[in-house]
T-cell receptor
Framework: DAMVIQNPRYQVTQFGKPVTLSCSQT?????MYWYQQKSSQAPKLLFH???????NEADTPDNFQSRRPNTSFCFLDIRSPGLGDAAMYLC??????????????FGSGTQLSVL | AQKVTQAQTEISVVEKEDVTLDCVYE???????LFWYKQPPSGELVFLIR??????QNEISGRYSWNFQKSTSSFNFTITASQVVDSAVYFC?????????????FGKGTRLHILP
Protein backbone atom coordinates (compact mmCIF):
# COMPACT_ATOMS: atom_id res chain seq x y z
CA ASP A 1 0.00 0.00 0.00
CA ALA A 2 1.25 3.42 -0.92
CA MET A 3 2.38 5.35 2.13
CA VAL A 4 3.05 8.72 0.49
CA ILE A 5 0.44 9.51 -2.11
CA GLN A 6 0.65 12.29 -4.63
CA ASN A 7 -2.17 13.40 -6.85
CA PRO A 8 -2.43 13.83 -9.68
CA ARG A 9 0.34 11.85 -11.35
CA TYR A 10 0.34 14.29 -14.26
CA GLN A 11 -0.80 17.89 -14.13
CA VAL A 12 -1.06 20.31 -17.02
CA THR A 13 -1.56 23.99 -16.42
CA GLN A 14 -1.35 27.16 -18.41
CA PHE A 15 1.28 29.80 -18.10
CA GLY A 16 0.33 32.02 -15.17
CA LYS A 17 -2.61 29.91 -14.02
CA PRO A 18 -2.38 28.90 -10.35
CA VAL A 19 -2.00 25.22 -9.67
CA THR A 20 -2.02 23.11 -6.52
CA LEU A 21 -0.34 19.77 -6.06
CA SER A 22 -1.31 17.53 -3.19
CA CYS A 23 0.42 15.02 -1.00
CA SER A 24 -0.91 12.78 1.73
CA GLN A 25 0.78 10.28 4.00
CA THR A 26 -0.35 7.35 6.10
CA UNK A 27 2.89 7.11 8.07
CA UNK A 28 2.08 9.77 10.65
CA UNK A 29 5.49 11.29 10.07
CA UNK A 30 6.05 14.72 11.48
CA UNK A 31 8.20 16.04 8.65
CA MET A 32 7.01 16.58 5.08
CA TYR A 33 9.12 17.88 2.20
CA TRP A 34 8.58 19.19 -1.29
CA TYR A 35 11.31 18.64 -3.86
CA GLN A 36 11.50 19.86 -7.43
CA GLN A 37 13.25 17.60 -9.90
CA LYS A 38 13.96 18.68 -13.44
CA SER A 39 14.97 16.26 -16.13
CA SER A 40 18.29 14.52 -15.44
CA GLN A 41 18.90 16.61 -12.33
CA ALA A 42 19.04 15.98 -8.62
CA PRO A 43 15.95 16.63 -6.52
CA LYS A 44 16.05 20.16 -5.18
CA LEU A 45 14.48 20.91 -1.82
CA LEU A 46 11.92 23.71 -1.96
CA PHE A 47 10.71 23.67 1.66
CA HIS A 48 9.70 21.40 4.46
CA UNK A 49 7.39 21.30 7.44
CA UNK A 50 8.46 20.06 10.82
CA UNK A 51 5.00 19.54 12.27
CA UNK A 52 3.46 22.97 11.67
CA UNK A 53 6.77 24.80 11.46
CA UNK A 54 7.47 25.88 7.91
CA UNK A 55 11.06 26.01 6.64
CA ASN A 56 11.64 27.69 3.32
CA GLU A 57 14.85 27.22 1.37
CA ALA A 58 16.58 30.52 0.70
CA ASP A 59 16.53 30.08 -3.05
CA THR A 60 12.93 28.92 -3.37
CA PRO A 61 11.04 31.49 -5.46
CA ASP A 62 8.16 33.38 -3.84
CA ASN A 63 5.97 31.91 -6.54
CA PHE A 64 6.00 28.67 -4.57
CA GLN A 65 3.95 28.35 -1.41
CA SER A 66 2.96 25.47 0.79
CA ARG A 67 0.23 24.57 3.23
CA ARG A 68 -0.01 21.80 5.76
CA PRO A 69 -3.49 21.77 7.28
CA ASN A 70 -2.86 18.62 9.31
CA THR A 71 -0.29 15.87 9.82
CA SER A 72 -1.48 13.85 6.86
CA PHE A 73 -1.72 16.44 4.11
CA CYS A 74 0.61 18.92 2.50
CA PHE A 75 -0.01 21.09 -0.55
CA LEU A 76 2.27 22.86 -2.99
CA ASP A 77 0.80 25.99 -4.53
CA ILE A 78 2.39 27.58 -7.56
CA ARG A 79 0.82 30.98 -7.84
CA SER A 80 1.86 31.91 -11.38
CA PRO A 81 3.56 29.00 -13.11
CA GLY A 82 6.17 29.81 -15.68
CA LEU A 83 7.63 27.57 -18.35
CA GLY A 84 10.65 27.04 -16.12
CA ASP A 85 8.48 25.50 -13.42
CA ALA A 86 7.72 22.45 -15.53
CA ALA A 87 9.23 19.60 -13.56
CA MET A 88 8.54 16.57 -11.43
CA TYR A 89 7.46 17.55 -7.93
CA LEU A 90 8.24 15.01 -5.26
CA CYS A 91 6.74 14.87 -1.81
CA UNK A 92 8.62 13.06 0.95
CA UNK A 93 8.23 12.37 4.64
CA UNK A 94 10.43 11.39 7.54
CA UNK A 95 9.95 10.76 11.23
CA UNK A 96 12.30 13.54 12.23
CA UNK A 97 14.11 16.02 10.06
CA UNK A 98 15.80 14.02 7.35
CA UNK A 99 19.05 15.80 7.85
CA UNK A 100 19.89 13.80 10.93
CA UNK A 101 19.64 10.13 10.32
CA UNK A 102 16.19 9.21 9.15
CA UNK A 103 15.48 7.98 5.68
CA UNK A 104 12.99 9.73 3.44
CA UNK A 105 9.84 8.12 2.12
CA PHE A 106 8.89 9.49 -1.29
CA GLY A 107 5.70 9.63 -3.25
CA SER A 108 5.61 8.83 -6.95
CA GLY A 109 5.64 12.48 -7.85
CA THR A 110 3.50 14.80 -9.92
CA GLN A 111 4.82 15.67 -13.37
CA LEU A 112 3.84 19.26 -14.05
CA SER A 113 3.61 20.62 -17.57
CA VAL A 114 3.15 24.32 -18.24
CA LEU A 115 1.70 25.31 -21.60
CA ALA B 1 30.10 23.47 1.87
CA GLN B 2 28.37 20.19 1.25
CA LYS B 3 28.68 18.58 -2.14
CA VAL B 4 27.94 15.21 -3.66
CA THR B 5 29.51 14.24 -6.97
CA GLN B 6 28.35 11.36 -9.09
CA ALA B 7 30.69 11.58 -12.04
CA GLN B 8 28.99 8.84 -14.03
CA THR B 9 25.98 10.34 -15.75
CA GLU B 10 24.90 7.16 -17.48
CA ILE B 11 26.09 3.56 -17.48
CA SER B 12 25.02 0.60 -19.60
CA VAL B 13 25.96 -2.96 -18.84
CA VAL B 14 24.76 -6.33 -20.00
CA GLU B 15 22.66 -8.35 -17.61
CA LYS B 16 24.61 -10.44 -15.10
CA GLU B 17 27.60 -8.14 -15.21
CA ASP B 18 28.75 -6.40 -12.05
CA VAL B 19 28.57 -2.62 -11.99
CA THR B 20 29.86 0.00 -9.56
CA LEU B 21 28.35 3.45 -9.15
CA ASP B 22 30.71 6.06 -7.79
CA CYS B 23 29.93 8.72 -5.21
CA VAL B 24 32.34 11.30 -3.83
CA TYR B 25 31.26 13.75 -1.16
CA GLU B 26 32.56 16.90 0.51
CA UNK B 27 31.75 18.10 3.98
CA UNK B 28 33.54 19.89 6.79
CA UNK B 29 31.61 18.13 9.50
CA UNK B 30 32.82 15.08 11.35
CA UNK B 31 29.31 13.76 11.87
CA UNK B 32 27.39 13.10 8.71
CA UNK B 33 25.21 10.54 7.00
CA LEU B 34 25.36 9.09 3.52
CA PHE B 35 22.50 7.58 1.60
CA TRP B 36 21.73 5.83 -1.65
CA TYR B 37 18.32 6.05 -3.27
CA LYS B 38 16.96 4.29 -6.34
CA GLN B 39 14.52 6.02 -8.69
CA PRO B 40 12.86 3.52 -11.03
CA PRO B 41 10.84 4.67 -14.06
CA SER B 42 7.74 4.88 -11.84
CA GLY B 43 9.24 7.98 -10.26
CA GLU B 44 9.38 7.53 -6.52
CA LEU B 45 12.77 7.47 -4.87
CA VAL B 46 13.33 4.35 -2.84
CA PHE B 47 15.71 4.29 0.09
CA LEU B 48 18.50 1.72 -0.21
CA ILE B 49 20.99 2.40 2.56
CA ARG B 50 22.12 4.88 5.20
CA UNK B 51 25.59 5.03 6.76
CA UNK B 52 26.91 7.33 9.43
CA UNK B 53 30.39 8.77 9.37
CA UNK B 54 31.55 6.71 12.31
CA UNK B 55 30.78 3.38 10.75
CA UNK B 56 33.17 2.54 7.95
CA GLN B 57 32.22 -1.08 7.72
CA ASN B 58 31.22 -2.11 4.26
CA GLU B 59 27.78 -3.54 3.88
CA ILE B 60 26.28 -6.23 1.73
CA SER B 61 22.60 -6.77 1.11
CA GLY B 62 21.93 -9.52 -1.37
CA ARG B 63 23.36 -8.41 -4.70
CA TYR B 64 24.01 -4.90 -3.40
CA SER B 65 27.14 -3.81 -1.58
CA TRP B 66 28.52 -0.49 -0.45
CA ASN B 67 32.12 0.56 0.05
CA PHE B 68 32.55 3.53 2.40
CA GLN B 69 36.04 5.02 2.51
CA LYS B 70 36.53 8.18 4.53
CA SER B 71 40.11 8.51 3.35
CA THR B 72 38.89 9.19 -0.18
CA SER B 73 35.47 10.62 0.80
CA SER B 74 33.76 8.01 -1.28
CA PHE B 75 30.69 5.86 -0.84
CA ASN B 76 30.49 3.58 -3.83
CA PHE B 77 27.68 1.20 -4.66
CA THR B 78 28.15 -2.13 -6.43
CA ILE B 79 25.48 -4.31 -7.95
CA THR B 80 26.60 -7.87 -8.48
CA ALA B 81 25.06 -10.02 -11.20
CA SER B 82 22.92 -7.14 -12.44
CA GLN B 83 19.34 -7.68 -13.56
CA VAL B 84 17.09 -5.74 -15.87
CA VAL B 85 15.01 -4.66 -12.86
CA ASP B 86 18.04 -2.79 -11.58
CA SER B 87 17.62 -0.28 -14.40
CA ALA B 88 16.95 3.04 -12.70
CA VAL B 89 18.52 6.32 -11.69
CA TYR B 90 20.58 6.01 -8.54
CA PHE B 91 21.20 8.97 -6.27
CA CYS B 92 23.84 9.33 -3.63
CA UNK B 93 23.02 11.83 -0.89
CA UNK B 94 24.70 13.49 2.08
CA UNK B 95 23.36 14.91 5.29
CA UNK B 96 25.79 16.58 7.66
CA UNK B 97 23.34 18.22 10.00
CA UNK B 98 22.15 17.44 13.44
CA UNK B 99 19.64 20.25 13.57
CA UNK B 100 16.05 20.17 12.47
CA UNK B 101 16.65 22.79 9.80
CA UNK B 102 19.35 20.81 8.06
CA UNK B 103 18.73 18.96 4.86
CA UNK B 104 19.87 16.21 2.56
CA UNK B 105 21.96 17.11 -0.49
CA PHE B 106 21.56 14.83 -3.50
CA GLY B 107 24.05 14.14 -6.23
CA LYS B 108 22.92 14.47 -9.83
CA GLY B 109 22.33 10.77 -10.14
CA THR B 110 23.62 7.97 -12.34
CA ARG B 111 21.25 6.48 -14.87
CA LEU B 112 21.87 2.74 -15.05
CA HIS B 113 20.74 0.67 -18.02
CA ILE B 114 20.85 -3.10 -17.68
CA LEU B 115 20.62 -4.62 -21.13
CA PRO B 116 19.06 -8.07 -21.53
Amino acid sequence: DAMVIQNPRYQVTQFGKPVTLSCSQTLNHNVMYWYQQKSSQAPKLLFHYYDKDFNNEADTPDNFQSRRPNTSFCFLDIRSPGLGDAAMYLCATSRVTGATNEKLFFGSGTQLSVL
Amino acid sequence: AQKVTQAQTEISVVEKEDVTLDCVYETRDTTYYLFWYKQPPSGELVFLIRRNSFDEQNEISGRYSWNFQKSTSSFNFTITASQVVDSAVYFCALSDGVNRDDKIIFGKGTRLHILP
